[in-house]
Protein backbone atom coordinates (compact mmCIF):
# COMPACT_ATOMS: atom_id res chain seq x y z
CA UNK A 1 0.00 0.00 0.00
CA UNK A 2 1.06 3.47 -1.01
CA UNK A 3 1.32 6.24 1.47
CA UNK A 4 1.20 9.75 0.44
CA UNK A 5 2.24 11.98 3.24
CA UNK A 6 2.11 16.21 2.80
CA UNK A 7 4.25 18.75 5.05
CA UNK A 8 5.27 22.60 5.29
CA UNK A 9 1.99 23.78 5.28
CA UNK A 10 1.54 26.57 8.13
CA UNK A 11 -0.02 30.61 8.29
CA UNK A 12 2.21 33.12 6.04
CA UNK A 13 1.71 36.36 5.27
CA UNK A 14 0.82 37.93 1.72
CA UNK A 15 4.03 37.56 -0.34
CA UNK A 16 5.59 35.09 1.42
CA UNK A 17 7.03 31.93 0.69
CA UNK A 18 6.25 28.03 2.12
CA UNK A 19 7.85 24.96 0.71
CA UNK A 20 5.55 22.04 0.63
CA UNK A 21 6.60 19.10 0.60
CA UNK A 22 4.50 15.42 -0.25
CA UNK A 23 6.80 11.88 0.83
CA UNK A 24 5.56 8.35 -0.45
CA UNK A 25 5.93 5.24 1.09
CA UNK A 26 6.67 2.06 -1.25
CA UNK A 27 8.26 1.71 -4.35
CA UNK A 28 6.37 3.03 -6.44
CA UNK A 29 7.69 7.03 -6.62
CA UNK A 30 10.34 6.84 -9.58
CA UNK A 31 7.29 5.16 -11.30
CA UNK A 32 4.55 7.11 -10.45
CA UNK A 33 3.65 11.16 -11.83
CA UNK A 34 2.82 13.42 -9.48
CA UNK A 35 0.98 16.20 -8.84
CA UNK A 36 -0.63 19.21 -6.81
CA UNK A 37 -4.15 20.00 -6.01
CA UNK A 38 -5.90 22.85 -3.71
CA UNK A 39 -9.47 23.18 -2.69
CA UNK A 40 -10.10 26.35 -1.07
CA UNK A 41 -13.41 25.90 1.60
CA UNK A 42 -17.02 26.28 -0.94
CA UNK A 43 -14.98 25.56 -3.50
CA UNK A 44 -13.93 22.75 -6.20
CA UNK A 45 -10.41 20.90 -5.89
CA UNK A 46 -8.75 22.35 -8.28
CA UNK A 47 -4.89 21.17 -10.07
CA UNK A 48 -2.15 23.41 -9.14
CA UNK A 49 0.88 21.76 -10.78
CA UNK A 50 1.69 18.23 -12.01
CA UNK A 51 4.98 16.78 -12.90
CA UNK A 52 5.78 13.60 -14.81
CA UNK A 53 8.45 10.88 -13.98
CA UNK A 54 10.46 12.53 -16.54
CA UNK A 55 10.69 16.27 -14.86
CA UNK A 56 8.04 17.52 -17.16
CA UNK A 57 5.74 20.24 -15.45
CA UNK A 58 2.46 22.00 -15.69
CA UNK A 59 0.92 24.93 -14.16
CA UNK A 60 -2.46 26.46 -13.57
CA UNK A 61 -2.91 29.78 -14.75
CA UNK A 62 -2.79 30.87 -11.32
CA UNK A 63 0.35 30.01 -9.75
CA UNK A 64 2.36 30.20 -13.38
CA UNK A 65 5.64 32.54 -12.36
CA UNK A 66 5.15 31.95 -8.83
CA UNK A 67 5.27 28.30 -8.03
CA UNK A 68 7.62 25.44 -8.91
CA UNK A 69 6.93 21.83 -8.65
CA UNK A 70 9.72 19.86 -8.48
CA UNK A 71 10.75 15.75 -7.30
CA UNK A 72 13.72 13.97 -5.94
CA UNK A 73 13.10 10.34 -6.42
CA UNK A 74 16.15 9.34 -4.49
CA UNK A 75 14.17 10.73 -1.52
CA UNK A 76 10.95 9.59 -2.33
CA UNK A 77 9.55 13.19 -1.98
CA UNK A 78 7.84 15.96 -4.39
CA UNK A 79 8.05 19.66 -3.62
CA UNK A 80 5.93 22.48 -4.43
CA UNK A 81 8.09 26.28 -3.63
CA UNK A 82 5.40 28.49 -3.22
CA UNK A 83 6.31 32.59 -3.61
CA UNK A 84 4.64 35.37 -3.61
CA UNK A 85 1.74 34.29 -2.07
CA UNK A 86 -1.78 35.99 -1.83
CA UNK A 87 -4.51 35.14 0.18
CA UNK A 88 -6.72 33.85 -2.60
CA UNK A 89 -3.54 30.67 -2.46
CA UNK A 90 -5.27 29.83 0.83
CA UNK A 91 -6.69 26.17 0.96
CA UNK A 92 -5.67 22.71 1.95
CA UNK A 93 -3.38 21.44 -0.36
CA UNK A 94 -2.94 17.84 -1.47
CA UNK A 95 -0.63 15.15 -3.27
CA UNK A 96 -1.60 12.64 -5.60
CA UNK A 97 0.19 9.97 -7.70
CA UNK A 98 -0.70 7.77 -10.34
CA UNK A 99 0.94 5.47 -12.89
CA UNK A 100 -0.57 7.49 -15.68
CA UNK A 101 -0.50 11.61 -15.90
CA UNK A 102 -3.98 11.97 -17.60
CA UNK A 103 -5.48 10.47 -14.27
CA UNK A 104 -2.89 12.92 -12.31
CA UNK A 105 -3.89 16.09 -14.17
CA UNK A 106 -7.96 14.83 -14.36
CA UNK A 107 -8.36 14.63 -10.94
CA UNK A 108 -8.40 10.71 -11.00
CA UNK A 109 -5.03 9.79 -9.08
CA UNK A 110 -4.81 6.45 -7.01
CA UNK A 111 -3.28 8.00 -4.53
CA UNK A 112 -3.95 11.03 -2.60
CA UNK A 113 -2.54 12.39 0.86
CA UNK A 114 -4.55 13.88 3.51
CA UNK A 115 -3.60 17.54 2.60
CA UNK A 116 -2.11 20.16 4.56
CA UNK A 117 -2.99 23.94 5.03
CA UNK A 118 -1.83 26.88 3.56
CA UNK A 119 -3.29 30.11 5.02
CA UNK A 120 -1.89 33.44 3.41
CA UNK A 121 -3.65 36.51 5.90
CA UNK A 122 -2.57 39.34 7.39
Known sequence: QVQLV??????????????????????????????????????????????????GTTYADSVKGRFAISRDNAKSTMYLQMNSLNPEDTAVYYCTADSLFVRVITGAGHYWGQGTQVTVSS
Open 6 to 55: ESGGGLVQPGGSLRLSCSASGSIFSTAHMGWYRQAPGKQRELVAAITTGG
